[in-house]
Nanobody
Framework: QFQLVESGGGLVQPGGSLRLSCTAS???????????IGWFRQAPGKEREGVLC????????IYADSVKGRFTISRDNAANTVYLQMNTLKPEDTANYYC????????????????WGQGTQVTVSS
């Protein structure tokens, strides 16, 4: 079974940085190389929204205008990991962050994403 695992969340002050990681679970035979990987977030009382996506070839797509110039996505195929680098964090970035995999490519239709992780909490507060 293909499962994703997120890590790297935590409490950070406004203006700070965090790097989230997304990898396949240790018992999974799948590699992330064959999938587009997206990062999504969901704040309390709000719908889940797309943040960034990286294609199998490494091209990135921004879904949330609010993260332009602050967040970047990258992948390390050798490490079987996709990263979300978050800089200049703001309180409104507080959310549970999820990664997801979609074989055909990046899409902003959430229902098409096949595999999801359990999420990692990011809290931006002083």
């Amino acid at each position: 079974q293909f499962q994703l695992v997120e890590s790297g969340g935590g409490l950070v002050q406004p203006g700070g940085s965090l790097r989230l990681s997304c990898t396949a679970s240790s018992f999974s035979r799948f590699t992330l190389t064959y999938y587009a990987i997206g990062w999504f977030r969901q704040a309390p009382g709000k719908e889940r929204e797309g943040v960034l996506c990286i294609s199998r070839s490494g091209d990135s797509t921004i879904y949330a205008d609010s993260v332009k110039g602050r967040f970047t996505i990258s992948r390390d195929n050798a490490a079987n990991t996709v990263y979300l680098q978050m800089n200049t964090l703001k309180p409104e970035d507080t959310a549970n962050y999820y990664c997801a995999a979609h074989s055909p490519g990046c899409t902003d239709y959430l229902h098409l994403w096949h595999y999801w992780g359990q999420g990692t909490q990011v809290t931006v507060s002083s």
